[in-house]
Nanobody, 122 residues
Framework: HVQLVESGGGSVQAGGSLTLSCVAS????????MAWFRQAPGKEREAVAG???????SYADSVKGRFTISKDNAKNTLYLQMNRLKPEDTAMYYC????????????????WGQGTQVTVSS
C-alpha cells in the first residue's frame, strides 16, 4: 500500500519560514517523481513545485525565489522549504507522486498525501 505522509504545516506570520516534509512508503521502487500542490478555500488546486527522478526542479511563478523543493532518496522523503511567506500562500499543501514525471506536469499524479495546513497571517 502506497502512502505519502506530510508534516510540518502550521501557522506563521507573513515573512516567516516553514519547512514541509513528505515521507513516501509502500513503493516497490520509488522513482522520485514528486511534487507539492496546494489548494486554498474557494480556489482550484495548483502545482507549487516539482522534482523529477534526476533532480530536475520546477516552480510556480508565484513561489519562485521563495520556495525550494528537495529530496533525500535514501530516506524516501520530499521537502519544501518555504521562505518569506505571504498571506496568499495560505492553503492546504499536498504531497504527490507519479510513476512518470509527465503525469506531474499534467497535474495528474498517481498518489496523494493527506495534506498539511499552512496558514500565514498578515
Amino acid at each position: 500500500h502506497v502512502q505519502l505522509v506530510e508534516s510540518g504545516g502550521g501557522s506563521v506570520q507573513a515573512g516567516g519560514s516553514l519547512t514541509l516534509s513528505c515521507v513516501a512508503s509502500g513503493f516497490t521502487r520509488w522513482r522520485g517523481n514528486m511534487a507539492w500542490f496546494r489548494q486554498a478555500p474557494g480556489k482550484e488546486r495548483e502545482a507549487v513545485a516539482g522534482m523529477e527522478t534526476d533532480g530536475t526542479t520546477s516552480y510556480a511563478d508565484s513561489v519562485k525565489g521563495r520556495f525550494t523543493i528537495s529530496k533525500d532518496n535514501a530516506k524516501n522523503t520530499l521537502y519544501l522549504q518555504m521562505n518569506r511567506l505571504k498571506p496568499e500562500d495560505t492553503a492546504m499543501y499536498y504531497c504527490a507522486a507519479a510513476r512518470d514525471w509527465r503525469l506531474l506536469a499534467q497535474g495528474k499524479p498517481n498518489y496523494w498525501g493527506q495534506g498539511t495546513q499552512v496558514t500565514v497571517s498578515s
